[in-house]
C-alpha cells in the first residue's frame, strides 16, 4: 500500500510570508493528523481531522496556522504570515478511524519548514 | 498536562544490547509506545504496551513497563548499525481522542561498529 504522501520536503521562506503544506494520506484513511516537530524535540499535535471535520485543533496557534481536508481526503495546512519560531518539520499522518493500538498512525516523511 | 521524558543520547557497539529509558507522569489507564524516526523519514511504530501489562517481547524487542515508577524501557537485542535513529517514547489516554499522542524529546541511538 502507498504511505502517506507530503509535499513539499523542504521550503524555506522569510518570515511574515505565507506557506502552505500538502499531504495525501492511505487510501481509505479516516484519521488525519498534522504534527509539528521541532529540532531537538518531539512531534506536537497540531490538529487531527476525523474524514472532513476537525477533532482537536486545541494546540494549533489559529491567529497563524489554518488547515483543512475538504472531501475527507487530502488536506492542507498554511501558515500566515510565518514566524522565526515555526521553523520545523511538518509531519502528516493517518489511520483508519480514530485511532488505537490496532490502528496505529502511518507517518509520512514530513516537510522541513526553514523561515529565515 | 501529560509530559514525558527521555535521555538525548546513547551509545553501544554493534552486537550490544540497548536499553533506552523514558518516565511519564500520565495516571492510570493509557498507552505507551515506541516510535523510531530514520534520518529525513517520518516514524514508524516500533511496539507499544498497555499499562496493565508488565512486559512485552517481540523479536529484538523488549518493552518493560515499572507502572509504580511510570518508567518505560525499550530494550534492543543484538543491535545492529540500521538501529541507529532517534527512537521516541509516546503515551495516549485509552479514552477520548483516540490517539492522542503525547511524545517525548527523543533518544539519539548511535551504534558504532
Known amino acids: 500500500e502507498a504511505g502517506v504522501a507530503q509535499s513539499p520536503r523542504y521550503k524555506i521562506i522569510e518570515k511574515r510570508q505565507s506557506v502552505a503544506f500538502w499531504c495525501n494520506p492511505i487510501?481509505?484513511?479516516?484519521?488525519l493528523y498534522w504534527y509539528q516537530q521541532i529540532l531537538g524535540q518531539g512531534p506536537k499535535l497540531l490538529i487531527q481531522?476525523?474524514?472532513?471535520?476537525?477533532?482537536?485543533d486545541s494546540q494549533l496557534p489559529k491567529d497563524r496556522f489554518s488547515a483543512e481536508r475538504l472531501k475527507g481526503v487530502d488536506s492542507t495546512l498554511k501558515i500566515q504570515p510565518a514566524k522565526l519560531e515555526d521553523s520545523a518539520v511538518y509531519l502528516c499522518?493517518?489511520?483508519?478511524?480514530?485511532?488505537?493500538?490496532?490502528?496505529?498512525?502511518?507517518f509520512g516523511n514530513g516537510t522541513r519548514l526553514t523561515v529565515t | 498536562g501529560e509530559d514525558v521524558e527521555q535521555s538525548l543520547f546513547l551509545s553501544v557497539r554493534e552486537g550490544d544490547s540497548s536499553v533506552i529509558n523514558c518516565t511519564y507522569t500520565?495516571?492510570?489507564?493509557?498507552?505507551l509506545y515506541w516510535y523510531k524516526q530514520e534520518p529525513g523519514a517520518g516514524l514508524q511504530l516500533l511496539t507499544y504496551?498497555?499499562?496493565?501489562?508488565d512486559m512485552k517481547q517481540d523479536q529484538r524487542l523488549t518493552v518493560l513497563l515499572n507502572k509504580k515508577d511510570k518508567h518505560l524501557s525499550l530494550r534492543i537485542a543484538d543491535t545492529q548499525t540500521g538501529d541507529s535513529a532517534i527512537y521516541f517514547c509516546?503515551?495516549?489516554?485509552?479514552?477520548?481522542?483516540?490517539?492522542?499522542?503525547?511524545f517525548g524529546t527523543g533518544t539519539q541511538l548511535k551504534v558504532e561498529l
Open positions: 509516546a503515551e495516549s489516554p485509552v479514552t477520548g481522542g483516540g490517539n492522542k499522542l503525547t
Open positions: 500520565d495516571s492510570s489507564s493509557t498507552y
Open positions: 504496551i498497555f499499562s496493565n501489562m
Open positions: 499522518a493517518s489511520s483508519p478511524d480514530r485511532g488505537t493500538v490496532n490502528s496505529p498512525l502511518h
Open positions: 481531522f476525523q474524514n472532513n471535520g476537525v477533532v482537536d
Open positions: 487510501s481509505g484513511h479516516a484519521t
